[in-house]
């Protein structure tokens, strides 16, 4: 039990108090239903109709005695607990007792008795009682709080000291609207201090509800309970109750009212008041958690800009006391103050750095913040720490409040520039930046949010630092990207990006990434607008962007950040590289325009349309265009093909009327997309851009039309039938976009009901006119290549049957043959006319004439049933051996095994001497 609810537990025991309790801790309102328990005698019959007729009757001498006695009979009847089926009848008798208490103060004793019974459980005799009497129930327990302005203090404290409520009682006390009657009794107890802590004790509970805290909204709780935090109380509940009510409303409530309820002046002075007592004069762990929370109540309530923060003097004592520990400061408020390494103070010292972050989105803060010396006491965490001059916090805690300060430095210094400088911000960071990237040993602990991926090393630092210089950079305020530069701090960065890549890890893979994205993003910032700068970024810098685009396409899905860092580095391609032209011819050099292709071919549009922007620079560059028509993609795809199929992809997407060859349908209308086909033409001023120049920004067609041109549309490799039907298209794109805003022009004259001179009417009908007959000859243009190609398709289909007209030709040939070949095995008749046909074949094949002298040979051997050439088997020698010699007639060429088809194996004998010629074959 806390210190607060202990003292409210002995006040409400106190002598002359008629409260009992055997719990030491009471939670108000009501009690568990209990099951039927008939079997226990607990459902007793009263007749209760006769106790409310008795209680309305007046004029008797002795009926206050009678109506006193039937009340505690009936009370005696209930001590068990009321019946939900005579709960509606009880409370009948609770209301009109009360009503008597004014005149007849004797009825106090039956109310509170009563009162007693309803903290019991309520009874059901079945099962379906909770649905049956919910009305009746609800309507019982709302009567409690109407019973509230009754001045009776016993009575007052006896309806908010009940047990524990069941969840149907909870339920019952939402329907019936407790809460709200309950807050409207405050204002009748501003002077009654225990029925009040009783009261905000009873809400305390309450709120854990929604359905409650939204009706406590309604009835203005939030301001109610606000205003008075700063009541006399010597228990100290007050404010915890309170604070506990307001932490409630807000988690469970609308945000946005109690806001509102509590951004007045009143509110806000009751605020300042509690949290400077609590600052200054609290010294308990439970002063300091309570301190804190109403400094998050505050902050929440400063984030609305109409709060009258500044003019109760609020924002500039959190000011003080945010900064006094860094910049020693006279005001008495603060005075021998000092932070303890306590849980409480280091939380409320980051409590104090958010609400600064707050305090800066108003302006009107901005001259507080100068006057506070703000930037100079968050200045103080930019640097190595040091052992010896951390004495509040430990390592642990300074560290987290170093983040903590880097952060709330990017948030504050772009609101402070002159400050900033004043300060010489851009040297402290560059020198913590340094220390960042050294080898210094250096072990962190990690463990808070800004903490995250850098334990035991500097990488959460090095992260904050960079998000405050980014911070600044984005600014473009010259003076301060100036002043880095003189610092070398694009030479710096560089270095440490390089650093980064030898330092990967795969547990810090994430925050190394956003580390490299900031860096590239800083680099952006410096070069871009400025030569001398591109320069410096230099081959280096390429370097650095080349690496990052060489990156493997599957981890852009791996959700790391590995995205973010690409497009930081297709952002430094256009700051850092274009314009500069050795940078441009290294990049080149590089292949980096392969590596752009490469990710143009990876079909992500997120990327595409940047990439198709830097592509439209680089053409600029002469050299360009050799390696754009160079690259191959997959499947051997060209650029020139790669950039037709995002034409038609955007298209597509786009809603564009193409029929299913990609030609042009509408020759009025040839680029319309669906949206352009949904807006109505309306007259628009002359500086505002029509929908036919807002297409051009908002989809990538012209980007690709200008990459097209500049590789002069062509002669371009690797094109397709259907490539060729959409160049016509993005060839002419130019003619058809202007074609379009004249159209735009000359409706917007009929709606405005203009008369244009005649010469003007002429020449705009001549243009559109012009314009539709561009449109009619690039489809006609697009059916004769769609004709040709069909026609070259036939072509080329005819071809593929010939050849394979000819490939059935050739088996059916090695089949015949091979059928003849069977047939001289197997059949002697077939086999003698093949012979016969040989012979024939032989003869008429040998001259008619024969020169004289002439050598002929057999073209056969003897004896040989064989209807094809012999091979291998005859060695002919026509040169006479004195000539030349018989190195072979000693050897066994001479004999020769012939193995014949057909038959069995027979050993033919060649008898033939090498040196003997052979003999002629008679003519």
Known sequence: MSTAEATATAQARAPGSRIKSSSPRQIPVVGVVMEDEEAQGVFKPMDLNHVIKLLKETGKDDLEEKQLKSVKKMVQCYQNGLPLRDLAQIFKILNLCAGKIKKQPHFIEPAYNILKLCGLPFLKKKVSDEITYAEDTANSIALLGDLMIIPSSELRIQICYQQASSSYKIKMAEVGGLAKTMVQSLVLLENQLVEKLWVLKTLQHLSASEVNCTLMVKAQAASGICAHLNDPDPSGQLLFRSSEILWNLLEKSSKEEIIQQLSNLECLLALKKAFKNLFTRGLSHYDRQLRNDILVITTIISQNPEAPMIECGFTRDLILFATF????????????????????????????????????????????????????????????????????????????????????????????IDEYMLYQGNAHVLAFLEWCDSEDSFFSHGNSFHGIGGRGNKFAQMRYSLRLLRAMVYLEHETINKDLCEKRAIQQLIGIFKNTISKYNDKEEAILLE????????????????????????????????????????????GLGYNVLLFSTLDSIWCCILGCYPSEDYFLEKEGIFLLLDLMALNQKKFCNLILGIMVEFCDNPKTVAHVNAWRGKKDQTAASLLIKLWRKEEKELGVKRDRHGKIIDTKKPLFTSFQEEQKITPLPANCPTIAVMDVAENIRAKIYAVLGKLDFENLPGLSAEDFVTLCIIHRYLDFKIGEI???????????????????????????????????????????????????????????????????????????????????????????????????GIESSRYSEHPPNAIFHRTDIKGLNTTVPSGGVVTVESTPARLVGGPLADTDIALKKLPIRGGALQRVKAVKTVNEPEKSVPT
């Not at 980051?350 to 001259?367: G, H």
């Not at 005819?798 to 059949?827: C, D, G, I, M, P």
Request: hydrophobic share 40%; aromatic share 6%.
């Open 515 to 558: 580390i490299q994205s900031d860096i590239l993003l800083i680099l952006s910032g410096l070069c871009e607008h400025h030569i001398p700068r591109k320069e410096i970024f230099g081959t280096e810098g390429v370097d650095i962007i080349l690496h990052v685009m060489k990156t493997d396409p599957k981890k852009l899905q791996s």
């Open 742 to 840: 004249w159209n735009e022009i000359y409706e917007e004259i009929k709606l405005e009901k203009l008369r244009p001179v005649t010469t003007d009417k002429k020449i705009l009908e001549s243009i559109i006119t012009a314009s539709e007959n561009i449109g009619e000859m690039v489809a006609s243009l697009q059916s004769e290549m769609i004709e040709s190609q069909a026609r070259q398709d036939v072509q080329n289909e005819q071809k593929v049957y010939t050849k394979v007209q000819a490939t059935h030709k050739q088996r059916e040939l090695a089949n015949k043959s091979w059928e003849n070949f069977l047939a001289r095995t197997s059949n002697v008749k077939t086999l003698k006319k093949a012979k016969r046909l040989q012979e024939k």
């Open 325 to 416: 520990n860094e910049v020693k400061s006279q005001n008495p408020l603060v005075k021998g103050l000092k932070f303890s390494n306590s849980y409480e103070d280091f939380e409320l010292k980051k409590l104090l750095f958010n609400i600064i972050v707050t305090f800066c989105k108003d302006l009107s803060t901005i001259q507080l913040l100068i006057d506070g010396k703000v930037i100079l006491a968050l200045f103080t965490y930019v640097k190595k720490p040091e052992k010896h001059k951390i004495v509040e916090w430990s390592a642990a805690q300074y560290k987290e409040l170093q983040l903590h300060a880097i952060a709330t430095l990017s948030s504050v210094a772009p609101f402070l």
